[in-house]
């Protein structure tokens, strides 16, 4: 593949399982210039671009047999630094516990440059304020008094190792935080990972014994919207919820989906402007769960009123198909049009620029893809105007 | 003594695939490494001191798990690793 140029557009940041990729796009996002790959061979979980500066890249990483670790550029790519220290638990620690992998990465908050979270498997937190060069564990969090129970050690109740995830950080105070666990559910603190709630309820757990449990739950994916933090998404191993923050109670808005569609599926993705636009992509989960497109239809399914009605949007994508899409492989651009983006397990990555309505694949044969992530090198996220 | 690196983790010694390194057991030979050669240690080592699941070392013929086991300067260690992952 051709080295990748600056041309204006975003930039997708796709990890896979063999490597990681990058594909610029023209500034009308009408072509896609692909590089790499980059650690070929290597298990790329998670590629996240700095929105706050449009330089630092950090990407999680491993192989089936070496430990976890994190690597970082200022680049592009095209030279990289793996992490000094990087995340691990305590050594010496009474749980004993040891990463398998660095499952999530999420910059900090605005105000402080520098900062960065990961998620772990197993469930463990840890934070650089280095742009990704010394990682620490958060102890707040990873040694918590209810950690064992909450994070169901030392059962790894998720088909790939439980894992710690969707780390949103609210955009007013950088103190505020949420974060999924599969298994667990959602948690949240208020005072700078000191300590931790769950906030859960109202989130189906039927495999649980009591009809609305206070935590034990299964979020895929939970979103706060920038631009009216006080809002989350979050689509469940049970169905796909909103919350206004103020009523402390998750809405099952997934229950307005097609019955033949159904509302399980792995990742949401906001509207960088709209709080009451999102998408999300319907899987199977039926039967022993094959997570493939119900009835072998892929579709992505968008709400423009905080999930009142559900719109299907499969012009121009594959049926028959059988590909799954992953928690981390599906995100949003900050056009004026907004660009949508997913990939799947077969490889193939597919872009939407009219906001999910039409569809068509920009690059195909890569690796099983474990994330997609937009940036904007050099520039950081554009200004956003709320209209 | 002489330590031989497998191809997975050359990128830490410049694609060399022996090394000279010193200690009186295998954890202080990998300490030594990981004195050359940052980061090596952790891919092979988890944080609690376990060889990770697919790493095997070698001393000469036998294999060990076990980071105390002693090692003399005359012994030849080999680091190898199951190639998991698919």
Redesign the interface.
């Known amino acids: 593949m051709a080295e990748m140029g600056s041309s204006g557009g975003p930039t997708l940041l796709v990890g896979t399982r063999k490597g990681v990729f990058l594909l610029s796009s023209s500034e009308d996002r009408s072509s896609w210039e692909a590089s790499g790959p980059m650690f070929l061979g290597h ?1 790329a979980q998670h590629v996240v671009l700095d929105p706050r500066n449009g330089t630092r890249m950090v990407l999680a990483g491993r ?5 976890p ?1 994190v690597f970082h550029s200022d680049d592009l790519g095209v030279t990289w630094t ?3 220290r ?1 995340p ?6 009474p749980l ?4 398998s992998a660095v499952f999530w990465l999420t910059p900090g908050h605005v105000d402080q440059p520098g900062v960065w979270f990961a998620g772990g498997s197993p469930q463990g937190l840890f934070t650089s304020r280095d742009g990704g060069d010394t990682w620490d564990p958060v102890d707040g969090w990873n040694d918590h008094p209810m950690w064992e129970t909450w994070a169901e050690w030392p059962e790894q109740n998720t088909p790939d190792g439980s894992m710690l995830h969707s780390i949103n950080i609210d955009p007013r105070d950088p103190a505020h935080m949420y974060i999924g666990l599969s298994s667990g559910g959602v948690f949240e603190t208020t005072n700078n990972a000191a300590n931790w709630a769950p906030l859960n309820l109202g989130c189906d757990a039927p495999f649980m014994p009591e009809p609305d449990p206070e935590y034990g739950h299964d979020p895929h994916c939970v979103r706060l919207h920038p631009l009216q933090p006080d809002r989350l998404y979050q689509q469940n191993h049970c169905g796909i919820y909103r919350m206004d923050r103020a009523d402390a109670r998750w809405t099952r808005i997934g229950d307005n989906m097609p019955t033949d569609v159904g509302d399980i599926g792995f990742p949401v993705e906001l509207h960088p402007l709209d709080p009451d636009v999102a998408w999300v992509f319907p899987m199977d989960g039926t039967d022993v769960w094959p997570r493939t497109s119900p009835d072998g239809r892929p579709a992505v399914y968008v709400t423009r009123d905080a999930g009142e009605t559900w719109t299907r949007g499969d012009t121009g994508l594959p049926s028959p198909a059988w590909f799954t899409v992953k928690r981390q492989a599906m995100t949003t651009d900050r056009e004026s049009a907004v660009g949508v983006y997913f990939g799947t397990t077969s490889g193939d990555l597919w872009a939407s620029v009219d906001e999910g309505a039409s569809w068509r694949c920009i690059v195909s044969h890569l690796p099983e893809i474990y994330s997609v992530e937009v940036g904007y090198p050099a520039i950081g996220y554009p200004e956003l105007a709320a209209s | 003594m002489k330590v031989r690196i497998p191809t997975p983790l050359r990128s830490y010694t410049n694609q060399v695939s022996a090394v000279d390194a010193d200690g009186a057991t295998i954890g202080e030979v990998l300490e030594d490494l990981d004195r050359q050669f940052r980061g090596l240690r952790f891919r092979v080592v988890d944080e609690q001191g376990q060889l990770r699941q697919h790493m095997r070392i070698y001393v000469n013929q036998d294999m060990f798990r076990e980071l105390s086991t002693p090692v003399q300067p005359t012994d030849e260690v080999t680091l190898m690793q199951a190639l998991s992952g698919g």
Do not use: D, K, Y
Not at chain 1, 88 to 93: C, H, K, L, S, V
Not at chain 1, 96 to 99: D, P
């Open positions: 298990v192989t089936g047999h070496l430990g670790t793996e992490a000094t990087p691990a638990f305590r050594t010496g620690e004993e516990r040891s990463l």
